[in-house]
C-alpha cells in the first residue's frame, strides 16, 4: 500500500502577491470603513425619530449600532496587524533560492507604485467634504493610511529578510 505524505509547503506561493494583496485590502477596508462611519449613525438618527422604534430593544439595537461605528478604528488594527503577521509567518515558511530577489525587488518596487496611488485614493476620499467629519474619529487608520508607502517598504523588507536571509535547505532554514 503507499503511502502519501501530506506536505503543508508543497503548493507554496510568493510572498510578493501577499504584500499587493495586503496593499489593496486595507485601503479598501479604510474607505469601507469611512462609508460605514458616515451612514450608519444618518440612518440610526433617521430611526429614532419613527414612533416604531420606540420600544427598549429597538433603542438597545440603535444604541449598539452606534458603538459598533465607534470601535471600527479597532477592528481594521486588527485586520492590519493580523495580515502583516499573515504575510511574515508565511515569509518564513517559503524556501526559495536567492537568485530570485532582482525578481522580489521588482515586484517589490511595482507594489510600491500601487501603494502610492492607493495612498493618494484614500487621502483625497478622505479629504472629500462628505468624508473630512468621520476621518478625524479614526485616528489610527488615517496615521496607518497617511504612511502607507512606509508600510509597504517596512513589511516588504521584513519579508524579504525573512525569505531570502535564512540558509538554504528547508522552510525553516535548518540543512537537510
Request: proline share 3%.
Amino acid at each position: 500500500m503507499k503511502h502519501t505524505n501530506f506536505n503543508v509547503m508543497k503548493n507554496k506561493k510568493g510572498v510578493i502577491e501577499s504584500l499587493l494583496v495586503f496593499a489593496v485590502i486595507m485601503v479598501i477596508l479604510a474607505i469601507f470603513i469611512l462609508i460605514i462611519a458616515k451612514v450608519i449613525p444618518s440612518i440610526t438618527d433617521e430611526l429614532r425619530k419613527t414612533e416604531i422604534n420606540n420600544s427598549a430593544e429597538a433603542r438597545t439595537a440603535l444604541n449598539w449600532s452606534d458603538k459598533i461605528v465607534g470601535r471600527l478604528d479597532t477592528v481594521f488594527m486588527i485586520f492590519f496587524v493580523g495580515l502583516i503577521m499573515g504575510i511574515l509567518i508565511s515569509s518564513y515558511f517559503i524556501s526559495t533560492n536567492k537568485i530570485f530577489i532582482p525578481i522580489y525587488i521588482i515586484l517589490f518596487g511595482f507594489t510600491i507604485i500601487i501603494g502610492v496611488i492607493l495612498n493618494n485614493m484614500y487621502e483625497t476620499f478622505k479629504t472629500s467634504s462628505d468624508s473630512i467629519t468621520t476621518s478625524v474619529t479614526y485616528p489610527m487608520m488615517n496615521v496607518i493610511i497617511s504612511n502607507y508607502v512606509i508600510v509597504l517598504i517596512a513589511v516588504g523588507v521584513l519579508s524579504m529578510i525573512l525569505m531570502f536571509g535564512k540558509p538554504s535547505g528547508s522552510p525553516s532554514g535548518e540543512r537537510i
